[in-house]
């Protein structure tokens, strides 16, 4: 058997010309993108700050909502929306950073 759990040299064989060829995918993305650096802030800004700030206060609220005194739902409303801001800035600098490296 070889490392993903199957039986065949053949798959085995396939499984790394896929993984071969998406490496090489990407780095002929990251080759043709001009300001790579930005379009990975960007990315990682909304990533970030989504599944850091957004997206546990909501889920919390949602799971245990019912039973969080008033504080405890603004305090997590406040994170989500400190999240929200984290991510718009982020986007702005991005997008900014972008735009400046373009020229325009």
Do not use: Q
């Amino acid at each position: 058997p070889g490392p993903e759990g199957g039986g065949s040299r053949a798959l085995v064989g396939l499984a790394t010309a896929i993984r071969a060829l998406l490496v090489i995918a990407l780095a002929a993305f990251v080759w043709a993108v001009p300001d790579f650096g930005a379009l990975v802030t960007f990315a990682g800004g909304v990533a970030a700050a989504s599944c850091g700030f957004v997206l546990p206060p909501l889920v919390h609220l949602r799971t245990h909502g019912m039973w969080m005194s008033p504080v405890g739902k603004a305090f997590n409303v406040a994170v989500a929306g400190f999240g929200l801001v984290v991510m718009v800035s982020s986007v702005y600098y991005a997008v900014r950073d972008m735009l400046s490296a373009r020229g325009a």
